[in-house]
């Protein structure tokens, strides 16, 4: 997907009963919170947290998503390095990179855009990553810390969604909740938090995918329904119960330019109690919480090594 050029102006959003979740509000307050946090840490230990972006190619979507991340770390006082790498590059290179970064004490987290490029094994370049500056929490010890349920760095996207629905005051426990896609960076973690103790989770957690039987019958019994399927509007107001929390992870560009998501709005703020809109939900959060895994990495890794 491009994301190189801004959207054309949107229709204004349709009249919608629902309360509509400003994520990128929320980010915003998120960073100026962390930028608070930072500046004191950093007076009080001197040292300054440390982003590095690893970018294979120039892939415009991902040259957008980094150019954006940097922005966001340099926003709130995280020092930031890119290391663009040509797309031919090889896995022994790339992962040498990988083995510099990790034994650089001012870098806290390390992030490898996705995709790579095919030629080179993902899995093992993200695994190679040290789970301490696994600022993306993709690391199976990140992902295994999740499912044990003593996280530590979790996935930006799925910590993005919690962070929502704790700030927004959204109960979660004994709710039922469906999580529609199982990927390991969106939907697992997901399902992962919501069923976890404590605040944003505690929920009753379902988990569609593209072999479950009767999605909209599964849908309408969510009272959280949080939607990771990467399809354009597949969800329709009619697979929604009346007073649900609706929850839009996907982001698609449409043939004229704009922006959708999994779910069809227009349809579903009929139904629903509130949602995310796309784009503004919760492609923000993300960013936010990758700021907050890299400061939560930066003072894990300079706590111990005191
Ligand atoms: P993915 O393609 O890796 O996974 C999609 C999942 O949805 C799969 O597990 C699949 O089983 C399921 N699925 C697909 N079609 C389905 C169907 N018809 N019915 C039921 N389940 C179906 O995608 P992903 O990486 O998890 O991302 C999902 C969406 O979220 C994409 O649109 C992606 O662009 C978007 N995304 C947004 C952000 C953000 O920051 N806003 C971050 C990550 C991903």
Redesign the pocket.
């Known amino acids: 997907?491009n994301f190189d050029h801004p959207p054309p102006p949107r229709e204004p959003l349709p009249v919608t009963s629902a309360q509509i979740l400003d994520g990128k509000a929320l980010a915003n307050r998120l960073q100026d919170e962390l930028k608070q946090e930072v500046y004191e840490w950093t007076q009080q230990t001197g040292q300054r947290p440390g982003l590095a972006v690893i970018l294979v190619g120039s892939e415009p979507a991902s040259t957008v998503y980094v150019r954006n991340k940097r922005k966001a770390a340099h926003a709130v006082g995280i020092a930031d390095q890119l290391i663009e790498l040509p797309a031919e590059i090889t896995q022994a290179e790339l992962v040498a990179h990988v083995d510099r970064l990790n034994a650089d004490p001012q870098v806290h987290g390390i992030l490898v855009q996705l995709p790579l490029p095919r030629h080179i094994d993902g899995e093992l370049v993200l695994r190679r990553i040290r789970p301490e500056k696994d600022a993306d929490g993709f690391h199976p010890m990140n992902m295994g810390l999740l499912a044990l349920g003593t996280p530590k760095l979790v996935p930006?996207?799925p910590l993005?969604v919690r962070e929502l629905l704790i700030r927004e005051s959204i109960p979660t426990k004994g709710k039922t909740a469906v999580v529609?896609?199982?990927?390991?960076?969106?939907?697992k973690p997901m399902a992962l938090l919501l069923m976890a103790k404590g605040p944003g989770g505690d929920a009753t957690v379902t988990i569609?995918?593209?072999?479950?039987v009767d999605?909209p019958g599964i849908c309408r019994e969510a009272d959280i329904l949080v939607v990771?399927?990467?399809?354009p509007e597949?969800v329709k107001g009619s697979w929604i119960k009346p007073g649900a929390v609706v929850i839009d992870?996907?982001?698609?560009r449409l043939a004229d330019g704009s922006l959708c998501?999994?779910v069809d709005f227009a349809e579903a703020s009929q139904v629903a109690s509130a949602i995310t809109p796309?784009p503004g939900?919760?492609?923000p959060?993300?960013?936010a919480m990758l700021l907050r895994n890299t400061f939560e990495a930066a003072r894990a890794i300079v706590h111990s090594a005191r």
Do not use: K, P
């Open positions: 997907m930006c996207t993005g529609m896609g199982r990927s390991n960076i969106v939907g569609a995918h593209t072999s479950s999605l990771a399927a990467g399809q597949i992870v996907g982001i698609h998501g999994d796309v939900g919760v492609g959060l993300t960013i």
